[in-house]
Nanobody, 122 residues
Framework: QVQLVESGGGLVQAGGSLRLSCAASGRTFSSYAMGWFRQAPGKEREFVAAIPWSGSTDYPDSVKGRFTISRDNAKNTVYLQMNNLKPEDTAVYYC????????????????WGQGTQVTVSS
């Protein structure tokens, strides 16, 4: 399995932007689909974005047009650019990895980071 470490969370005002990073260990990063999920207190873990080893990205309607996932295989890093943030985006954000293909189901990702807090004030 790949080891993942997130960074870039913080406190931002509504309408602001943040970029999260997730650094992965291992030599086969390019073979992994990478996902971002979030979890707010008292709520289930929610799909935010995914990028496969090759192919199209995927977003739920709640973040489409505001969030962008990208990857740099040379740096073993995946990013989540978050623009026009809203208070309802407040959560702990996790990156996750699974081989090759995207999934919106967190149970299908065997590798997880420790999470980074994002707080959006109104």
């Amino acid at each position: 399995q790949v080891q993942l470490v997130e960074s870039g969370g913080g406190l931002v005002q509504a309408g602001g932007s943040l970029r999260l990073s997730c650094a992965a260990s291992g030599r086969t990063f390019s073979s992994y689909a990478m996902g971002w999920f979030r979890q707010a207190p008292g709520k289930e873990r929610e799909f935010v974005a995914a990028i496969p080893w090759s192919g199209s990205t995927d977003y739920p309607d709640s973040v489409k047009g505001r969030f962008t996932i990208s990857r740099d295989n040379a740096k073993n890093t995946v990013y989540l650019q978050m623009n026009n943030l809203k208070p309802e985006d407040t959560a702990v954000y996790y990156c996750a990895a699974r081989l090759y293909f995207n999934s919106r189901n967190p149970r299908e990702y065997p590798s997880w980071g420790q999470g980074t807090q994002v707080t959006v004030s109104s």
